[in-house]
């Protein structure tokens, strides 16, 4: 199930916010509630939520066994971190991990073709940051298995993220407060997620296919304003969706009485390519930096390790995205910029204009993007060259009417990579409610009352109308 | 505190009415009935699916709920009319480009040797145009439309040649010509899209599109010797200021199609007549196919008006459905009743299996068969009047031998009418193939 489909929002929300709403105590909730996040998580095939089983099992058995006997701790943190990773090795990199052999030693003969489970990348990880934090006695062990279940499974964010630490939910799950204006800001913020999604993201991402198709066939047929347009549409469409997700997520979370971490500050108006990660699937980053960067010494143990330890966790961070080389080249890729930017350039960095630091980073992450979409090294190549002036296709009148028909759309789209709405809006409600130059304005107060009240609404039916007809649905991250 | 004062009082009234909206769109999807086609989209709509274990445990029946639950929502047709409203806004749209490839193959120049006849394949030949369709690309009456060019609220198809498709509509008909030898005159005739004939050269040179005039060419260069290849490309170009195709659907009017009927009477050696001596009949307000398909709400604006004529000798018809069952039926349908999307349907019964009229003014004995397509259906009135016995067959339904059909009926004549898409679409070919080898 994906949350922008008519089914997930007018079904099986509307059911599980009833459950919520209806049910008293918190232990019924969480009942309701874990039972909602199986389902879910079948949806995409029961056999899968097997795993899922299995591997919070594991963590419930070793986390409690690292509180019972902690002069063992770290043989059973050890244990239980290496199995799960290699649960998620054999399901994610198994035919990667067998493909380069095939390409190097001419073996195996054939690659079998593993599915990979869903929503297996974002449950480890979170399991994994669970078990870590026993370990350093930053939270007390679950001792009640479906709890613990709960926190792998709660389908607000175990499919695509934000990476869920236990210790930022375990309050919650313990004891759930559920108040008005937190529910009221949930359903803003999911609103908003899924009209992101169902409206912006996927319009841009029709463009983007047509514009930057995925086989090095359909690339060299494009023009190469229109591979410059394609690269554009598939920016916007990136932060789109999972930003839209990260919102959808933390929105229903707040309507339950949950409260997740921001996963996304937006990205692109960053100033540098260490400021950008700052800003970009925080919760991934941060996991990366407190389980890996710091667990391997950080920048404690001298310049080279340092270097080493960034190496490694770039290489990871890439790799984590998917079972491609391309993966693990976007993540070097920003290696290379963050040892440019913290160790070549150090200060100088603030000393160019902020205005050519911000183009700069823009056309950075431009050319991630391109790396990121393609796994067939010819396709990247293709594309690569086509940009570069390359493209063996006569430009056409196709490529601007395409610009014109979706000029709305694309700035829209833009903007909304922007906190310039958000501002608005808080100035706005700024004064109506009294402060600033126009305050106690009373039109303004009329209007941003009516804005207020029906702009959930109206986002929920601009998205029911885009999801209607829409058989094109994707979710770039659903591989996870 | 006056601060969260207008935020606190509007709150309830927020909450209440986003939930009372779910609550409601939840509501609607559980209780009120579902419906089981789509009129505007001409077809069936999903159905619930079938349960089985092993669906079951690979996703496949959940997904499917999913594709259920969407297709056959309630408000689906009202949610997708307001999304195509939305997505007109999306910029500036006088001149839209839906879907489309990005330009056709080149056309090999026809002059010169004809070269060894191309034969049909063996095996499957290595797809093309067999990807699912992208947004724009749709499937209309089981027709292939690749994309289209909307201008000033008219649309135009858009066409790219494939060589190897085109080889392989050429070898069909001579398949057909082979198994016909001394028994019927086989004539083809291909029908251009708007597209080709109604934009200008540069244009379609600015749009990659293809040439339709050299395509058709190189087809019927392709084709056996004997093969009575019909030229309508010229003549519909002299006609280009008048009426000749649709706006908002990828079909010719009966008027395009009487231009093209001339020559086809030019090549059989009949008198055509002239379209005074047809009662005319017409049927406003038809949005048809660019309309409904693509999303390209400004077509709205423009319906087209369906003007069709009635044969002389006969308006009569019987026609054989696909379950076998016969109905009488007239070659120009009343179709003012009918929805707008349907309004092309007047024309010889629409698309079914197995259609006969027969001229009680003409005792010759005379007979024709046309294997068509959807355009045929407005051109077959023109020829009730020159055969005795006119049948018909839509290519993609009839499940006989045309062979059986040609010796049983006497047929003399035997007329290939296809729109110029389908000798490009794989699906299209395919049923063609099979036809000619039954």
Request: charged letters at 20%.
């Given at each position: 199930m994906v949350f922008s489909s008519l089914l997930f929002v007018f079904l099986f929300l509307a059911l599980n916010l009833v459950s919520q709403a209806a049910l008293r105590g918190v232990r019924q909730k969480n009942i309701a509630m874990l039972i909602f996040s199986l389902v879910f998580f079948s949806w995409a095939g029961p056999r899968y939520v097997v795993l899922l089983l299995l591997d919070t099992a594991l963590c419930w058995f070793f986390a409690i066994r690292i509180e019972r006997d902690p002069t063992h701790k770290k043989r059973h943190l050890w244990l239980c971190t290496a199995l799960l990773l290699v649960v998620l090795g054999i399901f994610k990199y198994t035919g990667f991990l067998l493909g380069n052999l095939q390409s190097l030693f001419g073996w195996p003969e054939i690659i079998p073709e593993i599915v990979l489970p869903i929503g297996i990348s974002f449950y480890t990880f979170q399991l994994i940051s669970y078990v870590v934090d026993v370990y350093r006695g930053e939270v007390r062990a679950q001792k009640k298995y479906w709890i613990l279940l709960l926190y792998a499974s709660l389908f607000h964010q175990c499919i695509a993220g934000p990476i869920v630490r236990y210790r930022d939910v375990a309050q919650d799950l313990a004891k759930r407060q559920v108040h008005a204006e937190e529910v009221s800001r949930g359903v803003s913020r999911f609103t908003v997620g899924l009209a992101k999604k169902a409206v912006l993201a996927n319009s841009v991402a029709v463009l983007a296919d047509r514009w930057l198709p995925m086989t090095a066939e359909g690339l060299a047929a494009i023009p190469t304003a229109g591979l410059w347009l394609g690269g554009l549409c598939y920016m916007l469409q990136i932060y789109l969706d999972f930003s839209a997700y990260s919102d959808m997520a933390i929105g229903m979370g707040l309507m339950c009485g949950f409260h997740y971490k921001e996963n996304f500050n937006y990205p692109y108006i960053a100033s540098s390519v260490t400021d950008f990660w700052r800003r970009w699937h925080i919760s991934l980053s941060t996991f990366f930096r407190d389980y890996v960067y710091i667990p391997l010494g950080g920048n404690r143990r001298g310049k080279g390790r340092q270097l080493l330890n960034l190496f490694i966790v770039w290489g990871l961070t890439g790799l984590w995205h998917g079972a491609s080389w391309n993966y693990v080249l976007w993540g070097l890729y920003f290696f290379l910029f963050l040892v440019i930017e913290k160790f070549l350039l150090g200060e100088k960095l603030q000393k160019i204009p902020a205005v050519l630091r911000h183009i700069f980073l823009l056309i950075i992450v431009y050319f991630c993007w391109v790396i990121f979409r393609f796994r067939d090294a010819a396709a990247l190549g293709m594309a690569l060259r086509g940009l570069f002036g390359g493209g063996a296709a006569a430009a056409g009148m196709a490529v601007g009417l395409s610009l014109k028909n979706n000029i709305f759309l694309l700035l829209v789209a833009c903007i909304a990579c922007t906190p310039l709405t958000a501002n608005l809006w808080q100035r706005w409600k700024a004064a109506a409610q009294g402060d600033g130059v126009f305050a106690g304005n009373r039109l303004l107060r009329g209007a941003a009352t009516v804005w207020e009240v029906i702009h959930p609404v109206l986002l929920l039916l601009l998205a029911a109308m885009a999801l209607a007809g829409d058989s094109y649905n994707p979710f770039l991250y659903f591989q996870f | 505190m006056k601060q969260k004062d207008w935020e606190g009082s509007a709150r309830p009234v927020k909450l209440l009415l986003f939930f009372g909206v779910l609550a409601a769109l939840c509501i609607i999807g559980i209780l009120f009935p579902r419906p089981t086609e789509s009129e505007v989209e001409k077809r069936k709509l999903t159905e619930f699916p079938a349960f089985s274990w092993e669906s079951f445990w690979s996703g496949k029946w959940f997904s499917g709920i999913d594709t259920w639950y969407a297709d056959t929502y309630p408000l689906r047709e009202v949610l997708i009319a307001g999304n195509k409203v939305v997505q007109s806004l999306y910029g500036i749209r006088s001149h839209v480009i839906v879907g489309g490839e990005t330009q056709g193959e080149e056309i090999p120049d026809v002059d010169g040797n004809q070269g060894e006849l191309p034969t049909l394949p063996q095996e499957d030949p290595e797809q093309k145009n067999d990807e699912p369709p992208r947004d724009g690309n749709v499937n209309a009456d089981g027709e292939m439309i690749s994309g289209i060019y909307v201008s000033d609220n008219v649309g135009y198809g858009l066409y790219y040649f494939v060589q190897q498709n085109s080889d392989w509509y050429a070898a069909i008909l001579n398949e057909m010509n082979t198994r016909l030898a001394g028994k019927a005159q086989l004539y083809s005739l291909v029908a251009p899209i708007n597209g080709g004939v109604l934009l200008s050269d540069s244009l379609q040179k600015e749009l990659h599109i293809s040439d339709q005039r050299e395509s058709i060419r190189y087809i019927y260069s392709r084709m056996a010797a004997e093969i009575q290849g019909?030229?309508?490309?010229?003549?519909?170009?002299?006609?280009?200021?008048?009426?000749?195709?649709?706006?908002?659907?990828?079909?010719?009017?009966?008027?395009?199609?009487?231009?093209?009927?001339?020559?086809?009477?030019?090549?059989?050696?009949?008198?055509?007549?002239?379209?005074?001596?047809?009662?005319?009949?017409?049927?406003?307000?038809?949005?048809?196919?660019?309309?409904?398909?693509?999303?390209?709400?400004?077509?709205?604006?423009?319906?087209?008006?369906?003007?069709?004529?009635?044969?002389?000798?006969?308006?009569?018809?019987?026609?054989?459905?696909?379950?076998?069952?016969?109905?009488?039926?007239?070659?120009?349908?009343?179709?003012?009743?009918?929805?707008?999307?349907?309004?092309?349907?007047?024309?010889?019964?629409?698309?079914?299996?197995?259609?006969?009229?027969?001229?009680?003014?003409?005792?010759?004995?005379?007979?024709?068969?046309?294997?068509?397509?959807?355009?045929?259906?407005?051109?077959?009135?023109?020829?009730?009047?020159?055969?005795?016995?006119?049948?018909?067959?839509?290519?993609?339904?009839?499940?006989?031998?045309?062979?059986?059909?040609?010796?049983?009926?006497?047929?003399?004549?035997?007329?290939?009418?296809?729109?110029?898409?389908?000798?490009?679409?794989?699906?299209?070919?395919?049923?063609?193939?099979?036809?000619?080898?039954?």
């Open positions: - | 019909v030229e309508v490309f010229d003549t519909l170009r002299e006609h280009v200021d008048e009426y000749i195709y649709f706006h908002t659907d990828h079909h010719w009017t009966a008027l395009g199609a009487y231009y093209a009927y001339t020559q086809y009477a030019k090549a059989a050696g009949l008198t055509p007549h002239t379209l005074d001596q047809f009662e005319q009949v017409e049927f406003p307000d038809f949005l048809g196919t660019y309309y409904s398909v693509s999303g390209i709400t400004s077509l709205g604006s423009n319906p087209d008006t369906v003007v069709a004529y009635k044969p002389m000798g006969t308006n009569k018809m019987k026609m054989t459905m696909a379950d076998g069952a016969t109905y009488d039926w007239f070659v120009v349908n009343d179709v003012s009743g009918y929805g707008s999307s349907m309004k092309y349907g007047a024309f010889a019964g629409g698309d079914q299996p197995y259609s006969v009229v027969e001229n009680p003014e003409i005792t010759d004995g005379s007979a024709c068969l046309v294997i068509k397509d959807s355009y045929g259906n407005a051109l077959i009135p023109y020829l009730v009047d020159h055969y005795q016995y006119l049948y018909w067959i839509d290519f993609r339904y009839y499940k006989g031998s045309i062979y059986d059909l040609v010796a049983e009926k006497n047929i003399q004549d035997v007329l290939v009418l296809q729109q110029i898409y389908n000798t490009g679409d794989n699906g299209a070919l395919k049923k063609l193939q099979a036809l000619a080898e039954r």
